[in-house]
């Protein structure tokens, strides 16, 4: 013996209603989480960086030095508003330029430089200290921005 079951039409409405406001009512309970990506852009991430040197002696007793950002790489999203605080650690003047950015300033011992900007297309931007870019100078002294 089967047995038969009649949906009527009346029955799908009701469930697909119950369904709608159900999904709605998930929906409203997580709209923290979906909402910030439709909203408008965050305020802009803070990246700290700072200047610092190795000093080191040969064998012969010749003081040798390097300069460096640290930290030497740093990841940002394309499009995201960017403050670069670099603060000034060794060295007494570090002309920069970011290439590919057309950003320039200068990191003084004891003070903070801080460059503001968005990068609105992918890759790699060199920060490149002007006065340690080559090995006879302490160099070369370079940074990294990668854009993603």
């Known amino acids: 013996m089967s047995q ?9 409405y009701l ?4 369904l709608l406001v159900i999904l709605s ?10 909402i ?13 960086m ?15 030095e390097a300069y460096r950002f640290d930290p030497g790489t740093i990841v940002v999203q394309k499009g995201e508003p960017i403050k670069l605080i670099i603060y000034g650690v060794n060295g007494d003047s570090h002309p ?3 290439e590919g950015l057309n ?4 990191i003084k011992k ?24 080559d090995i006879s100078h302490g160099g070369p002294m370079i940074g990294y921005i990668v854009v993603e």
Do not use: W
């Open 110 to 133: 004891g003070k903070e430089a801080v460059v503001n900007f968005t990068a609105n297309q992918k890759g790699t931007y060199r920060i490149i200290c002007m006065a340690h870019a």
């Open 36 to 48: 910030p990506t439709l909203a408008e852009p965050t305020a802009e991430r803070t990246i700290h």
């Open 103 to 106: 950003l320039s300033g200068e």
């Open 50 to 64: 700072v200047v610092g040197e190795f000093t080191s002696k040969t064998k012969d007793g010749k003081t040798i």
């Open 15 to 18: 469930t697909a209603a119950a």
């Open 96 to 98: 920069f330029l970011i």
């Open 25 to 34: 009512g998930l929906l409203f309970m997580n709209r923290g989480k979906i």
């Open 4 to 12: 038969v079951i009649i949906i009527k039409r009346k029955h799908l």
